[in-house]
């Protein structure tokens, strides 16, 4: 195959813009063809393309190339640098620029040992791989011959103008997800996290919230005490919700205190939902930071809670921890897993990329795992419903500010999920929610209506959900 370009997409007009050499070219006019754009090339091979980028004027030269050749859906991988000033390179002048150019964009970050070892583990999924050039011309055929060892398809190596770089370092959601989005085992030496708790002189409680757990929350308190027992936690208190099982019992059986949120506070009267139990829970520890764990997740370990408050005790900027968790369930369609649950991806993520962007960095907003200073907490309103953990998040990132929130993987997580119908309801009471944050005139919409048709019939079902907010 030619490298002249005329065989590739885009025809006469990548063909004049760019120059075509191949890998048994001599390269020495690089050197004094600076300005153009240079793709040294093993000709184009139809199939799943992908870029595997770096940062700078090679890796825009890249995108460019791909744009001119009618690429639509691109996929770009990303060795993790250790220097975080090349991560911002990278941020403004490949992820900023690709979401600009392409339909679509799919973005890898990485952390193989090489890009060697990167390319390898991707080798057999796409026929053409796209990089940029390296710094030196003497560093482009030995690139290539590093490459073709362990990758068959057709590769690309592309060097572009010789001129300096202005990167936009703007892109703060990019940004505060690379900074902002910690791993559990990041904050897995309890000796560190102890001496950054004593040195700032911090009381932390676990709080857990309960509705008929008898299953499991003799593992979350016993865990739970675990980790207490280590000095990373000084209580751990149960709040439940009016159980007809035996969750109290077996709670108390392990020494804990244990409330009914009905009973806490009474003159403030009382409200059904778990936004009711997260709020009261405020008023019977005075503890300097409080998290809140489910007691419905069957594999709790205690990453789920050093993974939490780590990341408050080692940046104290930080003031609001959510977590997030990899769910072993598999999207047929796609194949791969995706961050979120369902009402995640069909509700909350379309809305916070439509009206409230600094969320939507957020892998699973919706997680009721979270962790916060209490004297944040007090300056919040907390509706009684399945809105709570969006409201939080919203407050958090709206009163503190988005730097002073993080994100952190707290594992595996396996637990009960709800029928359509009941996410249905879910999703209709997170909707009141974030309608209300917004200030959105909705006057009395409380009622939610279903309508089911079988056999010629139908059926109309309408129940009410009011919305209302607690505040201290």
């Known amino acids: ?27 020495d006019e690089l050197q004094t063809g600076c300005e153009m754009v240079h793709i040294i090339t093993e000709g184009w091979q139809d199939g799943p393309v992908a870029a595997v980028l770096r940062g700078g004027l090679n890796a825009q030269a890249v995108l460019d190339v791909l744009a001119k050749a009618g690429v639509k859906n691109l996929v770009i991988f990303h060795l993790e640098e250790k220097v975080p000033h090349m991560e911002d390179v990278f941020l403004s002048s490949v992820v900023a620029p690709a979401h600009e150019m392409f339909d679509s964009v799919s973005v890898n970050w990485r ?29 482009i055929k030995p690139l290539h011959a590093k490459v073709k060892e362990v990758f068959s398809g057709s590769l690309t190596i592309v060097r572009g103008p010789l001129r300096d770089l202005e990167f936009d370092e703007s892109d703060e959601i990019y940004k505060w997800i690379r900074a902002r989005t910690f791993d559990a085992n990041d ?55 009016g159980s007809s099982d035996n969750t109290v019992d ?46 419905d997740i069957e594999n ?12 408050l005790l080692a940046y104290p900027e930080i003031k609001f921890t959510k977590g997030y968790f990899s769910r072993p369930v598999r999207v047929e369609a796609s194949g791969i897993e995706l961050g979120g649950g369902r009402v995640t991806e069909i509700l909350a993520r379309p809305w916070f990329n439509t009206f409230m962007p600094q969320l939507s960095g957020y892998i699973q907003p919706l997680a009721g795992t979270v962790a916060i200073y209490k004297n944040a907490l007090l300056n919040m309103r907390i509706p009684a419903n399945y809105g709570v953990e969006v409201a939080m998040l919203a407050q958090a990132v709206n009163n503190l500010g988005l730097w002073s929130s993080c994100q952190v993987n707290l594992g595996e997580v396996i637990h009960k999920s709800k029928d359509v119908l009941g996410l249905s309801e879910m999703s209709f009471q997170i909707m009141q929610v974030l309608a209300e944050l917004m200030e959105i005139n909705n006057p009395g919409n409380n009622l939610f209506r279903r309508v089911i048709s079988a056999h010629g019939r139908f059926e109309m079902h309408a129940k009410r959900f009011s919305v209302t907010w607690r505040e201290y």
């Open 1 to 27: 195959m030619t490298t002249d370009g005329r065989y590739w997409p885009g025809g006469e007009q990548v063909k004049d813009q760019f120059k075509f050499l191949s890998f048994t070219d001599d390269l």
């Open 111 to 139: 952390r193989d040992p090489s890009i060697r070892h990167l390319i390898a583990s991707i080798s057999n999924d796409y026929s053409m791989l796209f990089l940029g050039a390296p710094l030196s011309l003497t560093e």
């Open 187 to 241: 904050f897995s030496v309890a000796s560190v996290l102890r001496s950054y708790k004593k040195r700032q002189n911090l009381k932390i409680a676990t709080i857990l919230p309960s509705l008929n757990e008898e299953k499991t929350v003799g593992k979350v308190i016993s865990t739970a005490l675990d980790v207490r027992n280590v000095g990373l936690i000084d209580e751990v208190i149960l709040i439940d919700s």
């Open 250 to 295: 077996i709670a108390r059986s392990y020494g804990i205190p244990v409330y009914q949120h009905a009973e806490i506070e009474p003159q403030l009267g009382t409200c059904q939902g778990k936004g009711e139990a997260m709020f009261k829970s405020a008023f019977v520890t005075d503890a300097d930071i409080l998290a809140w764990v489910d007691t």
């Open 300 to 311: 709790i370990t205690p990453r789920f809670f050093y993974g939490l408050l780590g990341p």
